[in-house]
């Protein structure tokens, strides 16, 4: 019971305004057949989608607020609610044949009740004609469907996706916040700011964090900047002794990449004297490089270490793609020094 | 009793509904009225334009038997069961679900019953250009063969994805975007018979968000009504476009202009905490830019476009850029904009954009003196600069007197004298020198060669003496290194935007291919050569030759005159007046 508790109250407490705004839509019956949510990993998104969910199916409305704790509220946070469905990709993609099978699903469980609700995890990862087909369905105006599409970026769907739905932002969480929140969990702050900087979800945080892998993985990266700003080359090595082992599978490979390009926003940061830089700890270093070195190169630095994870996406190899850019930056500090 | 949207309830019944498509409602409505109607249509266009609502109409008018001046009744049964989806001879399908060679077959099989109901059957085909090959190839074959009194009209975003075989078996109709005046009069026209109270700002703000779609548009002033207690506020209108408030986008905008990148960055930081999407805080900019430039040509015309609510702020910005700046900074946006697609931390995008903005290169240095806005490093910068061409221009001089046998010597030596001179210098741009090495070819630096002259030939006088003595050294399909033999001269050549395009305009022109150009210093090049040999595995690629080395080139003395001649020319007033501070 604690853990539904939590729930209701993460998407009022995550998207206080956005809830607010759900309220007044169901209260005017202005709800719509399809909303788009968009917002950083962690934001809250499911959290509203299963609230609106529960606030409309909730058979123990307090005041506004859905219990929680009656039965279709329970059945829908336990994801077996028969009306709120949720898909999420199949592998790569959400694929056609998981809307068709959800269709037939609803057609069949039509007896429940005429208000459905479908949630779309990823839903920039559907097909096209997953989307279309999908979107065309809920268009159809037979019963009272409502279907939230999650993504982290709107400029990640379909134009013709993004113009059946109504598009709604979800506001960043107060960094504050969490770090507080994870400093309470014995996290240093340091290694918190960092976390925060590279997702907001809680769960993957703690991914982060176990077995100390932030902790290696600042340690490694510090060595591997700060060498290879120097100039050095054998950063280039520090690849293979020191990063690759941090770099397990896909998700700590794109982490791995997030955090080099956060070294390279933090030079620009400091260059142009702004107060909140990522890594805290390396300040006085960072600092000293940034100042020794002009726009031109830090933004050269950016330019090559900004568009690393996208490389990754198109299927190069991890460590050549690190390898590359390390040779890059090498370069660039290298002439420096003439 | 779900809430029916706008642009439902709104959907246009006749075609003097429709918004923005009086070519092809006209055209439409005198094919009926004169009864010359086409057996198989097209209509193209973007999403929200009206497509489907204009065959739905089209598929009433031509069954309607009270048809007056090419419009439907929407009062017959036939109009009104149209109208509901329940006539059976009205057949809706979407191509992207229904994309299989089994459906298409189905329509060519019923297509050759007659219509039951009405007198002609109307299959509408949204979004056609998802069909299959096999499904494309079973519908040409129904048009070729179009049974009596059955129409197809074909729906499409995507029109090139279509082939050639089908669109010339059709009657096509293009519809337009729906400009923000178009679409702000039809919203005020629905406002006001739903009696709905609305700010003019906020309808400006939701037409312009919709991006000419009259769905976008209608969609989006639904969730405003639903947010403001039935009410079109401005701020609503704000907080669902997710556009960014506009004394914050000036004030972003201004310190942009200002070459203020601190303040810009804080701006930036101020915007981006309010949860505004990075994709759509750069459309903005661009518009803003755009708008920008065109008021510069056309005041008038901007007047007319932003529905006559030009700030004060807009034509203050105007005054503080010059065309080619605002197009420079038009091409970063949209480059930015591109690489945005991939990341999840746009943020980082954006701190990027601005910096670059902010930090573009103007001709100022020329034309005035330092003034007390800039900032020391930039002074101190500047300073160097001078004292450095100076001295590259002494030794090009003592060079030109001493006319040495030995290349080596002709060259300036790496210069550790000029203090400051460190900060100044440019390195080589090898994130770009490197793909073009990747693919570099003997062939293509011959050709290369054998057309320099004549790309030379095509530069004004100044820009040549720039370029005089720079040669290609290394030249791939789509890109040309180009070695220069002074620093100061490379200097120069890095910082002239005008130049570069017009090189690669020039390249296009008499290559018809486009070309990158990047520069070099010969007294680089071998390093920068080296460098990428020793870590790109070149052994194993035979095909691909090396990069040609740069060992011959020796100057003709009588070049060299010319060269410092056209240098002091060059660079001499330029001296002159930041000596003057
Ligand atoms: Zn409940
Ligand atoms: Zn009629």
């Known amino acids: 019971m604690e853990d539904l508790k939590n729930l209701t109250n993460q998407a009022v407490e995550k998207q206080p305004e956005i809830v607010k705004r759900f309220n007044e839509m169901i209260d005017s019956q202005h709800l719509s057949h399809a909303y788009l949510l968009t917002g950083a990993g962690g934001i809250g998104k499911k959290d509203v989608a299963q609230w609106v969910a529960m606030r409309l199916f909730c058979i123990d409305l307090q005041g506004s607020m859905p219990c929680g704790e009656c039965e279709e509220c329970t059945r829908i946070i336990s994801g077996q609610h028969p009306d709120v469905v949720e898909i999420a990709p199949d592998g790569q993609s959400i694929k056609v044949e998981q809307v068709r099978f959800l269709k037939a699903e609803f057609s069949k469980s039509g007896v429940e009740g005429a208000r459905k609700v479908f949630i779309i995890e990823q839903a920039n990862k559907m097909t096209t004609s997953a989307a279309n087909s999908l979107l065309k369905f809920i268009e159809e105006p037979s019963g009272e469907v409502t279907a939230f599409l999650l993504a982290e970026n709107r400029s990640l769907m379909l134009p013709t996706i993004v113009s059946r739905t109504e598009i709604i932002e979800l506001k960043p969480l107060p960094k504050d916040r969490l770090i507080k929140e994870l400093t309470e969990q014995n996290i240093a702050e340091t290694d918190a700011r960092i976390l925060t900087r590279l997702t907001n979800d809680t769960s993957e945080i703690q991914t982060l964090v176990d077995n100390n892998w932030i902790l290696d993985a600042h340690k490694a990266l510090e060595k591997w900047f700060i060498t290879a700003t120097t100039g050095d080359i054998t950063a280039f090595v520090d690849v293979q002794t020191r990063v690759m082992a941090l770099a397990k599978d896909r998700f700590y490979q794109e982490k791995i990449l997030d955090l080099m390009m956060l070294y390279a926003m933090d030079l620009l940061e400091l260059k142009f004297d702004q107060e909140t830089i990522t890594y805290e700890a390396n300040r006085r270093q960072l600092q000293e490089l940034a100042d020794q070195t002009n726009v031109r190169q830090l933004l050269a630095v950016a330019d090559v270490l900004l568009p690393l994870k996208h490389q990754l996406s198109q299927n190069l190899n991890f460590q050549s793609v690190v390898e590359k850019a390390t040779i890059k930056i090498c370069n660039i500090f290298k002439m420096r020094g003439r | ?581």
């Open chain 2, 1 to 581: 009793m779900s809430y029916q949207a706008l642009y439902r309830v709104w959907r246009p019944q006749k075609f003097d509904d429709m918004v923005g498509q009086d070519v092809v409602t006209r055209t439409l409505k005198n094919a009926l009225i004169t009864e010359q109607t086409s057996h198989a249509y097209l209509f193209t266009g973007p999403r929200g334009t009206g497509k489907t609502s204009a065959a739905k109409i089209f598929a009433k008018a031509v069954n309607c038997h009270y048809l007056k001046d090419g419009e439907p009744c929407n009062e017959c049964v036939t109009c009104k069961a149209i109208t509901e989806g329940t006539l059976n001879d009205v057949i809706e399908i979407d191509a992207a679900s229904n994309n299989g060679v089994e459906e298409i077959r189905d329509i060519r099989d019923k297509a050759k019953y007659a219509p039951t109901e009405a007198d002609y059957k109307v299959y509408i085909v949204d979004e056609v250009h998802m069909l299959s090959t096999g499904a494309f190839n079973a519908l040409l074959k129904t048009l070729e063969e179009p049974p009596a009194n059955v129409i197809f009209i074909l729906a499409t975003t995507e029109p090139q994805k279509i082939p050639l075989t089908i669109i010339s078996r059709t009657q096509r109709f293009d519809f337009k975007r729906i400009t923000p005046a178009q679409s702000y009069d039809r919203m005020v026209y629905i406002l006001d018979q739903k009696g709905i109270q609305y700010d003019q700002k906020a309808l400006a703000i939701i037409a312009k968000a919709a991006e000419g779609g009259m769905r976008d548009a209608l969609s989006i002033l639904d969730q405003v009504i639903s947010f403001g207690n039935e009410e079109v506020t401005l701020d609503n209108a704000l907080l669902v476009t997710g556009s960014v408030n506009q004394t914050l986008l000036d004030q972003y905008l201004t310190q942009i202009f200002k070459q203020e990148t601190s303040a810009a960055l804080e701006t930036l930081h101020q915007i981006l905490d309010e949860g505004k999407d990075g994709q759509r805080l750069i459309e903005d900019l661009i518009t803003v830019q755009r708008n920008l430039l065109l008021y510069q040509e056309d005041p008038q015309l901007v007047q007319e476009q932003s529905l006559n609510d030009l700030s004060e702020a807009f034509t203050e910005e105007a005054a503080m850029v010059t065309g080619v700046e605002l197009y420079q900074m038009i091409d970063t946006l949209n480059s930015i904009q591109q690489q945005m697609r991939f990341t999840t931390h746009p943020d980082v995008y954006l701190e990027v954009l601005t910096i670059k903005l902010s930090q573009r290169k103007t001709a100022k240095v020329s034309t005035e003196a330092p003034t007390g806005s800039m900032d020391n490093q930039e002074v101190e910068q500047l300073r160097s600069e001078v004292s450095q061409l100076k001295q590259a221009i002494q030794k090009l001089q003592q060079n030109v007197k001493n006319t040495p046998s030995n290349s080596q010597s002709a060259q300036p030596k790496p210069k550790k004298k000029a203090i400051g001179a460190k900060q100044v210098k440019t390195p080589a741009n090898l994130t770009k020198i490197y793909p073009i090495l990747e693919n570099a070819t003997k062939a293509s630096l011959n050709t290369m060669q054998e057309l320099w002259r004549d790309l030379m030939d095509m530069l004004s006088v100044t820009e040549r003496a720039l370029m005089h003595v720079s040669k290609p050294v290394a030249a791939s399909k789509e890109g040309v290194v180009v070695a220069f033999n002074y620093d100061f001269l490379f200097e120069k050549a890095v910082d002239n935007e005008v130049l570069r395009t017009e090189l690669q305009q020039n390249l296009a022109k008499l290559t018809g291919s486009d070309f990158k150009v990047v520069y070099v210093t010969v007294e680089e090049w071998p390093e920068v050569r080296s460098g990428f040999l020793n870590t790109h595995h070149f052994d194993k690629n035979q095909e691909k030759s090396e990069p040609e080395a740069s060992e011959q080139s020796t100057p003709k003395a009588d070049e060299d005159n010319q060269a410092v001649k056209k240098a002091v020319e060059l660079f001499g007033s330029e001296n002159v007046n930041i000596k003057n501070d």
